[in-house]
């Protein structure tokens, strides 16, 4: 095996400090590939698969492997610690991948991405053999699922309907209070990075909106979901200013 000195190709692409470099590339064979600048070099990613390319058990992903599986074993089926580890290495790969994708406006990429690293988490959680490894990367999840609700409220905005990205926000939010809990919603970072995308989105509304807010307002009080409620009022009043 050679080596190759890399300094050329590095000084070509200068770190700058600060900033997420990330650039599209298509590889000899036309593969779609993603570069991330580094401070001490360069990460390259497949664009489509798994980001490391590789095919575990001659499946496109773990997790497709691990499905396989349980489709096979049915109620006996769970992971062992050694297989729990590689399901969760894969999601720490997608999860590099769509924060890459989302730098790059690929919207729809991110959405894909972020699926298959909560896909990992619920199968761990649902079906690790170890109570540790059911756990272990449950922490993440908040962020995760964040992420996607970004990118589908990006997608939306990039197709100029506001509409559908309040939507995708405030769906969004339930959901990220069911996950967190009343305690964990409280001092969640991701809650409020959603509130603020929902009140830059707000004044893009069109007037119309106004009764169709007014209308989920009343249907959420009278199912007793005040959480969502707060948020439509909270919606109403901004459009009102």
């Known amino acids: 095996m050679t080596f190759s000195d890399l300094s050329h190709f590095l000084n070509a692409w ?22 991330v600048r580094i401070d001490l070099g360069v990460i ?24 396989a599986r349980k489709q096979e074993a049915g109620l006996d089926f769970s992971l062992d610690e050694a297989e729990c580890v590689s399901i969760r290495d894969e999601a720490i790969l997608f999860y590099h991948r769509y924060v890459a994708f989302f730098n790059l ?39 995760v699922f964040t992420m996607k609700v970004r990118a589908a409220a990006e997608l939306a905005m990039a197709h100029r309907q506001p509409r559908a990205a309040m939507s995708a926000i405030d769906q969004g939010l339930e959901e990220l209070q069911s996950i967190l809990g009343s305690e964990g919603a409280e001092r969640s970072n991701e809650i ?50």
């Open 44 to 67: 390259q990613m497949e664009a489509e698969g798994r980001p490391d390319g590789q095919r575990p058990a001659g499946h496109a992903s773990m997790l497709e492997y691990a499905m």
């Open 192 to 241: 409020q990075l959603l509130r603020g995308m929902r009140e830059m989105l707000v004044p893009k509304l069109p007037s119309s909106q106004r009764v169709e807010l007014e209308d989920r307002l009343k249907a959420a009080l009278d199912a007793e979901n005040y959480e969502l409620a707060a948020i439509l009022r909270d919606e109403l009043k901004m459009m009102k200013d």
């Open 105 to 143: 406006n690929r919207f729809e990429a991110v959405m894909r991405d972020a699926d298959h690293a909560l896909s990992c988490l619920n199968l761990c959680r649902d079906h690790a053999a170890d109570d540790n490894d059911r756990l272990r990367l449950e922490h993440l999840r908040p962020q």
């Open 14 to 35: 200068p770190r700058t400090p600060g900033q997420f470099q990330v650039r599209e590339l298509q590889a000899d064979d036309g593969r779609l590939l993603l570069q």
